[in-house]
């Protein structure tokens, strides 16, 4: 499942080919996703220009100005929200001498949303367990959306800080790991990346927020931001134009320190612990009883 730091490599990757530019077609291949797809979605994303292609927790939110090609201003500015779910991969394909090609058969079954761009992309949305969504919104009335209205602050934003953090956990009875995966508290956080952040914190994701000190809970800002700039870098460094070969965005090998890592050494140097497995809420934590408390 995309994580942030997945979402945000494909957002990079889309930059350039859709920032700025017109969606000059849209193909809407089935009426949902998770979710019904918005009404008359193929109309009301023709003719619309990118004016910023941004992301908000795991949302890829495009915002589309309001004039069509005719430069008719319709129904104001609208947003397009996108959410990958559990398997959804978005593919570029550039014209090359007038023919569209990437590596992977042209319509596939599961190729649910296509759009083709001015300046000669075409981008595919391929989902083949339909957990992934789109909806189109007023783009001043974003914040309320209902996906997004009861996001806490992003991990990179300035709202996230010591005292925030601080304040948020003050006297609750949960365990760290909890804490972090809920996103009214912070945006965008999964499984794997809270693993991450905890080991690299040496704090155990089995402790109780009321018992940490505020050193602790202090020390999990620049960890997280630490552990999900060096997955977007690594997105970044082993993708061309955060791409792979045959076009498919965002998805790259990336090796963890302690996520999926059960009964091989602990990676803090001179820790000498095993990574332990244990079943929190239904997910897997991943964390090293010697250095993380
Ligand atoms: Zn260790």
């Known amino acids: ?91 570029i394909a550039e014209a090359q001498v007038g023919v569209f090609h990437h590596a992977l058969p042209a319509a596939e079954k599961h190729d649910h949303v296509v759009l083709t761009i001015e300046g000669g992309a075409r981008i595919t949305f391929n989902d083949a367990r ?15 959306h209902p996906l997004l209205a009861g996001l806490g602050p992003e991990p990179f934003g300035n709202d996230f800080n010591e005292t ?45 927020v009321r018992d940490m000190t505020e050193a602790e809970i202090a020390r999990l800002v620049p960890v997280i931001r630490d552990v999900l700039t060096r997955a977007i870098e690594a997105g970044g460094s082993s993708l061309r134009d955060y791409r792979q070969a045959d076009g498919e965005l965002g998805y790259f090998q990336h090796s963890f320190r302690v996520y999926g890592r059960e009964g091989l050494p602990c990676l803090h140097p001179g820790c000498g612990g095993t990574v332990r497995r244990v079943v929190q809420s239904g997910r897997s934590s991943f964390f090293c009883p010697v250095c993380q408390r």
């Open 1 to 91: 499942m995309p994580e942030l730091p997945e979402v945000e490599t494909v957002r990079r990757g889309l930059l350039p080919v859709m920032e700025g530019r017109r969606i000059l077609r849209a193909e809407v291949n089935r009426p949902d996703l998770r979710w019904p797809l918005p009404e008359r979605m193929a109309e009301r994303l023709a003719g619309r220009r990118v004016a910023a292609l941004r992301r908000r927790s795991k949302y890829i939110l495009a915002d589309l100005d309001g004039a069509d090609v005719s430069g008719a201003d319709l129904d104001g500015g609208e947003t397009l929200l996108i959410h990958l779910g559990m398997s959804g991969r978005m593919l």
């Open 164 to 208: 925030y953090l601080a304040e948020r956990l003050r006297g609750r009875t949960m365990p760290v790991k909890a804490a972090l995966l809920d996103q009214r508290i912070v945006a965008g956080l999964g499984n794997i990346y809270v693993c991450e952040a905890l080991h690299d914190a040496l704090i155990s994701p089995e402790r109780r």
């Open 130 to 144: 339909r957990f992934g969504m789109m909806d189109l919104w007023p783009t001043a009335d974003l914040a309320a």
